[in-house]
């Protein structure tokens, strides 16, 4: 089918984000199929502003530095399409020919994906809709893995391992290290913090994860018991740990614009609990944004998968497929291979898939080697990143150059 195609990204950014567009772009161009390839600035939003540039016009080393720089390269955003949105999205594809729908994001993407593949159909607009899988959170069903988890999770491992160090060997009044990691109902991200345990003694000590109910009675318990054994406490724990009732630990008023409540303090709570209950120096190590931003400490393996899920996307398209998302599909066996596979859109959007309690231990306070055995393939191999002045040389889509006018 003749036309032109559209890529966009929304929600969270991941170390490997750009490595999806990338293998979009440069698919698309590869297929010479004789249309253009737009992006959307900041997501569907963009797209409904009219805010959307043709890449034909940007420097292809810029677009092939995608492939080792953090953050979304086209930039992102959080927002609920509606009925209305709906409607003008598919008079702006009329307009500009586009043929081929590119959306790159996690649940509530998905979802955004889905509502476009949807309003395509309703309105008789032939239209290929494809959604590119990423999360950090990896928990969109359906598929055994998400882009931008496996690098995420190695600087996690990497962190806990580090600063475990830290804690071990010096003679200080801090006994206790708290890691608030990433991770509202899902606690993949938490959990990979189990990755840089060598040792028995070594840390992490605790894990806490958003799956089972949360007891602060219980939690006082584990900690103390760790510090009678080995005289320090390492603890990584989620961001959305709430009690038997469902109730957060940590979450403020507010809400995105999905309806999400916002979380933040659980690592300083924990600290004060520490500190208050059992009278033990702690700290609370928060990384925020800096756990999915690490592209220097990414998974090669990471890479080359979301590279190669958005290459798949435009393979997917151009040979009639639509209303699917990419999926990562793990060959059976003791050695690790991953494959690109498909799902239909309507089974992953807003839909989260948690941790099996199977690979959470009986205590409810670290993961079994099930999960250590899930996850350690998809942190494996490093990136040799072009550097200049000892820091990364990283790109910068131009979003002036190209512009659409509609």
């Given amino acids: 089918m003749s036309g032109n195609a559209i890529i966009a990204q929304s929600g969270g950014p991941t170390a490997v ?3 999806s567009v990338c293998g979009v772009i440069q698919e698309w161009y590869r297929a010479n199929t004789g249309g253009k390839m737009y992006a959307g600035i900041a997501g569907i939003k963009g797209i409904l502003e009219g805010d959307i540039i043709d890449l034909g016009y940007q420097d292809p080393k810029v677009i092939d530095g995608l492939r080792y720089t953090p953050g979304a390269g086209l930039w992102s955003c959080r927002y609920k399409v509606n009925g209305d949105d709906q409607e003008k999205l598919i008079d702006i594809c009329k307009k500009l020919n ?3 729908f590119f959306y790159n994001g996690g649940n509530d993407s998905m979802d955004t994906a889905y509502k476009t593949y949807q309003a395509a159909v309703a309105s008789g607009w032939e239209m290929q809709v494809i959604g590119v899988p990423k999360t950090v959170d990896n928990d969109l069903p359906f598929t055994d893995h998400c882009p931008g988890y496996g690098s995420a999770a190695k600087y996690i491992a ?5 600063t475990g160090y830290d ?3 010096v003679s200080t009044k801090t006994k206790v290290t708290i890691l608030e990691a990433m991770g ?3 606690g993949w991200l938490t959990a990979a913090g189990a990755l840089a345990k060598r040792t028995p003694d070594e840390a992490p000590h605790l894990i806490y994860l958003p799956e089972v109910a949360f007891s602060k009675d219980q939690f006082l318990k584990d900690v103390e018991a760790v510090y009678k054994r080995l005289g320090y406490v390492y603890i990584v724990a989620s961001e959305g740990l709430a009690d038997a009732d469902g109730n957060y630990f940590c979450a403020s008023d ?3 614009a999905f309806g999400h409540a916002q979380l933040s303090g659980l690592g300083d709570a924990l600290k004060q609990v520490v500190e208050g209950e059992l009278g033990l120096k702690a700290r609370c190590n ?3 944004s800096a756990q999915r931003s690490a592209t220097h400490w990414a998974s090669k393996t990471d890479m080359d998968e979301a590279y190669a899920a958005g290459a798949t996307a435009v393979k997917y398209a151009l040979a009639g497929k639509t209303g699917v998302m990419v999926s990562l599909d793990r060959a059976p066996g003791n050695v690790y291979q991953c494959t690109m596979g498909e799902v239909p859109l309507e089974k992953v959007a807003n839909i989260e898939k948690k941790i099996p309690l199977e690979w959470i231990n009986q205590e409810h306070n670290y993961v079994t080697q099930e999960f250590i055995d899930y996850a350690r393939p998809l942190i494996i191999g490093e990136p040799t990143l072009p550097m200049e002045n000892g820091v990364p040389a990283y790109v910068t889509i131009d979003r002036n150059l190209g512009k659409v006018n509609l």
């Fill in 184 to 186: 509202r109902n899902a």
């Fill in 98 to 100: 586009i043929r081929y």
């Fill in 286 to 288: 928060t990384l925020g």
């Fill in 254 to 256: 507010n809400k995105d």
């Fill in 17 to 19: 984000i750009n490595n």
């Fill in 158 to 162: 990497t962190t806990v391992l580090e």
């Fill in 167 to 169: 804690l071990q060997s």
